[in-house]
């Protein structure tokens, strides 16, 4: 729950600094701009395909993990949406622009923090971390940053072609850079600095072929 908590308010200060934020959720930013569809839908359904397409990458159906991670997603989309909705409310959107650069920067740093505490103790998480975690631990011989970089890309292609469709990219800015440069490098800090008991207990039934 802790977890949770902090990816999706952490995302939802990102959202509401408007100086970026991670390359995930400004897509999604950038999907509503195009479509008009509700920010807390788009993540919704980004999440629900991130949940599909981890059953392939473990190469065997695990229904768990699935209904597990599409019920993570429910309440993240609402929790984004808001709590920057109630920041914005504030008038964190108008602050000063080096304020709001800070303050999007500081919630790329606290979803981080939050992905770390679910990835290790692997209950449940967000679809799209799980992804990170198949990626790093079952591909990527445990590497944090080569895990988040590979998971960037899809978003970056939605993101540029809402471009060629709109015209505009929205959500995309200094704290995206922070994001693109800094999760994995934040995610193995928090492994080792924020509840450091808590350890991996990735697990994985090997295919049987």
Known sequence: MAGLIFNAFGNGMAV???MGSGLWTASAVNLHNWTGVSLGVILFLIGVI???????LIRRFDGKRLVGEIIYVVFFGSIVQYSAQMLEYFGINHAPIIWRAL???????VFCIGISLYQRANIIMHPNDDTTNILRFLYLKGNATASQLLDFLPPAIVILITYFATGQIQS???ATLFSILGNGVLIAMSDRLVWPHLTHNFMVKPDKN
């Open 103 to 109: 303050f999007s920067c500081l919630g790329i740093v």
């Open 16 to 18: 509401a600094g408007n």
């Open 172 to 174: 995309v800015n200094i």
């Open 50 to 56: 991130n949940a599909i397409t981890n059953q392939f």
